[in-house]
């Protein structure tokens, strides 16, 4: 059988977190990559950098919360992400997912995804993320 793929930014802490606690509770039918370890274009690497891709087995990619959700049907806690796919919540989870995902691909690649900067990258994306910084990101 083939495995879903995850690309996710191994560089964002918060990211990380996330793959690590779904690594431990997802199936054996989903594999995640590291954007940074994958021998892509820098093109389709920056893509895959500023939102979640998920490749299901028959080919196609998922993006951005569709990627996620699709990721934690892999695991017993799926059907808590599955309202953020009804039509009404869609338009409002996507809206915030994208503002996010945008301004925090900002302020891990200030100039731009280049393939060799990676390891100089801030630890900028956390999971301890205040009120304060969040206001921060937002403006």
């Known amino acids: ?44 690497a920056e893509a895959r950098l500023k939102f979640l891709h998920l490749e299901t087995d028959s080919g196609e990619v998922l ?33 915030v997912y994208g503002y996010w995902a945008v301004k925090r691909f900002e302020r891990l690649y200030p100039e731009g995804y280049r393939r060799a900067d990676t390891s100089s990258q801030q630890d900028t994306c956390n999971s301890t993320t205040t009120t304060d910084t969040m206001e921060r990101m937002i403006r």
């Open 1 to 44: 059988m083939t495995k879903e793929t995850l690309y996710y930014d191994g560089t964002c802490p918060l990211c990380r977190r996330e793959i690590s606690h779904l690594e431990k509770i997802a199936d054996k039918n989903i594999r995640f990559q590291d954007v940074h370890g994958s021998n892509m274009d820098p093109a389709e």
């Open 63 to 95: 993006k951005g919360l569709d990627a996620n959700v699709a990721a934690w049907q892999h695991t017993r806690w799926g059907f808590l992400f599955r309202p953020l796919r009804w039509p009404v919540i869609r338009q409002i989870a996507d809206v």
